[in-house]
């Protein structure tokens, strides 16, 4: 199977065309060779888009997002790979729900799945999963995320033990004894009487975890921050040596607490939406390279599971399906960072951190990639989402960077219909 | 004449104008309900429900009044002994009592939010009589009343509130209804209940009891539930009587035609010694009267509103 891509642009070249063979890029061949050749009309070419924090939801929870519709979501955002967490029914603690992760997402065919497995049993923070045996089955790291790993001693013998099996450990930073609100806490949570959830909370397991890290000279990664206090201690950890990594979600740069004032649930999620203090300091850590990362924590939800009081409602939004635009929109037509800066925290350094060799294009690389309209404002509307969720706050948002064509490993995963 | 909304969610929404209306409507209602024959046909052929997922008889009652004194059709609903109580969703059985005719559904709520999730999807008309820790409109427009009945004005009038400002969904309703009429808040209590960012609502957050009360034309006392000692809010009964209760000591320190107000039930000799509770600055029963004729005038302009359509 041989394809050409032509009339297109390479985000990072002045090439126009891009040439795939049996599933990798290829050198130039002529065109009469090609079984299909695909007018890109101009758009643009980026590798296949990486999000190393997910939710597929299967098994346990098919009702919310099964594998094989996450995975479209995925290739509708223009991704080829993304990293699932494992807070599943049953929980991926072991090395039998991983391999089952993984035939679903081959059955699917829809984008590379790479599962992360439970860094403790049952997410449960009593005894550590089989991290090695989960390592041979094919997991890239451990997390419990959904919860925090909560327990200084426990974080301390996931961090060394997974440092045995150079399997990264992702922590979702919440430091539970301080409360577990609905929303940021702050003049908006007080306001509209909803319980908080304070940004010291999560600074305080920041903390603890580059306390950790540094203390015994392992890597540490840091789910989905959204504190100003988190980027600074990120920041100044890197600076001496700190082996931390982070990243955010696009909600926590373009959304802010005073969302939240309706009650609208699609504002919900964990970390809370922040103050517009915190936003910025979000960005200034995505330009400075603070924050290594974009991931969405796509969390589907059942619509019964979200209309409901705001206190009931589950936390977490979807996001596969808005993440690049939102970034595109946000960050690089804002002129915040640059395009070849978005590729790093959308594709490069995820796969660097998890050593998942994604994002090359050089001849012989398996062929992932997305085109992107960069140049027309599109809608971006819940109703024409893949995913089952329609947990998403951007519905009627006025966005650029539409997906129009995904290839993974040179097959067709996405193609949007004009 | 009426409501701008359909509903009654809180006093945020509520502009001053529509403030004072509410207010000159009750003191009408007043008249009837002193009257030999409380009866009025501003209700007639509507229907009220009340849905209440928390206990209060007191609110209940002073709502089921209100609403029969003009004369409607009225029903309760309450979450023990109903669907409500077999885990039916709020919007489904919101939905269910709004497909029965239903004019006005008014809805108790532990979690703040809850009427607001519902109203926009309901025909009828929702006045939310307490929703967890956000609002409860009616008592700080009955409080409000009682305040205007002293005051020609509420434009430079201090108000002291003191207690568990956290919890208190009275509070939050007093601040914003009183600070829209150009009255200065001041609050105090214990730090642990006091909320981060409550300054921003427009109140002043005072040192002491003593500079709380200090000068104000109106104390108000909240009530402090016995249970937040266990979640180490404050350490003992006696201690925070000693501490944060209005005394008699403390009252001498407001104007000295200053008046007391409580929204009930009270802990005697907690936040109010039983004393103050009955002293002669004391408002508290007239604020039961004032509730049922502020319920009127709610009920009456939500309708009034409906007329003019
Ligand atoms: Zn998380
Ligand atoms: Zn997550």
Same mark, same amino acid.
């Given at each position: ?418 | ?101 239903? %004019?006005?559904?008014?809805? =108790?709520?532990?979690? $703040?939010? #809850? ?7 309901? /025909?009828? !008309? &929702? ?36 207690? %568990?400002?956290?919890?208190? =969904?009275?509070?939050? $309703?007093? #601040? ?7 009255? /200065?808040? !001041? &609050? ?122």
């Amino acid at each position: 199977m041989k394809t050409i891509i032509k009339n297109c642009k390479l985000f990072d070249s002045d090439k126009t065309e891009v040439y795939i063979a049996d599933g990798k890029f290829a050198e130039a061949f002529p065109e009469n060779e090609a079984d299909e050749v695909i007018d890109a009309k101009g758009n643009t070419v980026f590798p296949g888009l990486v999000d190393m924090h997910v939710h597929l939801r299967e098994p346990g929870y098919e009702y919310r997002e099964t594998i094989a519709t996450g995975t479209a979501a995925a290739a509708r955002g223009g991704f080829t790979a993304v990293c699932c967490m494992p807070n599943t029914l049953p929980v991926c603690d072991n090395a039998a729900v991983v391999s089952g992760i993984l035939k679903k997402a081959a059955e699917a065919g829809n984008c590379r799945v790479y599962p992360i497995g439970a860094a403790t049993k049952e997410i449960e923070d009593t005894e550590l999963a089989e991290i090695g045996l989960m390592k041979e089955a094919g997991i890239v790291a451990v997390s419990d995320d959904g919860k925090p790993i909560p327990t200084a001693g426990m974080m301390r013998k996931v961090l060394e033990y997974a440092s045995d099996f150079d399997i990264p450990v992702l922590n979702h930073c919440e430091e539970k004894s301080m409360g577990t609100g609905a929303m940021n806490e702050g003049e908006v949570s007080t306001s509209i009487g909803i319980r908080g959830c304070s940004t010291a909370a999560e600074d305080i397991m920041i903390s603890r975890d580059i306390i950790l890290a540094e203390y015994l000279d392992v890597p540490v990664h840091i789910c989905h921050v959204s504190t100003k206090g988190g980027v600074r201690m990120i920041r100044d950890a890197k600076a001496r040596g700190v082996k931390v990594t982070a990243e955010t979600c696009p909600h926590y740069f373009t959304l802010t607490d005073k969302s939240c004032e309706t009650y609208d649930t699609n504002f919900k999620m964990h970390p809370p939406l922040r103050t517009e203090e915190h936003r910025l300091a979000i960005i200034e850590g995505i330009k400075d390279g603070t924050i290594d990362c974009i991931v969405t924590d796509h969390a589907p939800h059942h619509q019964d599971e979200k209309e409901v009081e705001f206190s009931h409602a589950n936390n977490g939004i979807v996001g596969l399906e808005s993440s690049f635009a939102l970034s595109y929109t946000y960050l690089v037509k804002t002129g915040v960072i640059s395009i070849e800066k978005l590729m790093d925290l959308m594709c490069y350094n995820p796969s660097k951190i998890l050593k998942l060799g994604r994002g090359g294009m050089a001849v012989g690389d398996d062929a992932d990639l997305t085109i992107m309209d960069l140049d027309h404002e599109f809608t971006f509307e819940k109703d024409k989402m893949l995913t089952k969720g329609r947990n998403t706050p951007f519905d009627g948002w006025k966005l650029y960077g539409e997906t129009q064509l995904t290839i993974m490993g040179g097959k067709k995963t996405y193609e949007k219909l004009c | 004449m009426g409501l701008k909304s359909k509903d009654l969610l809180g006093m945020k929404q509520l502009t001053p104008e529509e403030i004072m209306e509410i207010l000159d409507t009750a003191k009408t209602m007043k008249l009837v309900i002193s009257s030999a024959n409380k009866k009025t046909s501003h209700l007639q052929g509507k229907s009220v429900v009340t849905l209440f997922y928390e206990n209060s008889t007191r609110t209940r009652l002073s709502f089921e009044l209100a609403s029969k004194y003009m004369g409607s059709a009225s029903a309760n609903i309450s979450a023990t002994g109903s669907s409500v109580a077999k885990g039916e969703s709020l919007l489904d059985t919101a939905r269910t009592i709004d497909m029965m005719g239903t %004019d006005i559904i008014i809805m =108790r709520h532990p979690q $703040s939010g #809850a009427p607001h999730s519902i109203a926009n999807k309901i /025909k009828a !008309s &929702v006045v939310n009589a307490g929703d967890g820790m956000n609002e409860h409109p009616t008592q700080a427009l009955l409080d409000m009343l009682t305040m205007y009945e002293r005051f020609d004005t509420f434009e430079g009038k201090n108000i002291a509130i003191c207690g %568990d400002v956290y919890h208190s =969904r009275v509070v939050r $309703s007093n #601040a914003i209804g009183l600070a829209k009429l150009g009255a /200065k808040v !001041s &609050v105090y209590g214990p730090r642990t209940m006091m909320p981060i960012g409550i300054e921003k609502m427009g109140v002043r957050v005072a040192s002491s009891v003593a500079d709380c009360v200090k000068d104000a034309d109106a104390v108000m006392g909240l009530r402090v539930q016995l249970e937040r000692q266990k979640s180490s809010l404050f350490p003992s009964v006696a201690e925070y009587a000693k501490f944060y209760a209005i005394t008699p000591e403390m009252l001498k320190l407001a104007k000295p035609d200053a008046f007391l107000m409580h929204p009930g039930p009270c802990n005697h000799g907690v936040e109010l010694p039983t004393a103050v509770y009955d002293c002669d600055q004391s408002v508290i029963n007239e604020q039961v009267t004032n509730g049922v004729a502020v319920r009127m005038a709610v009920l009456y302009l939500l309708m009034a509103r409906r007329n003019n359509l």
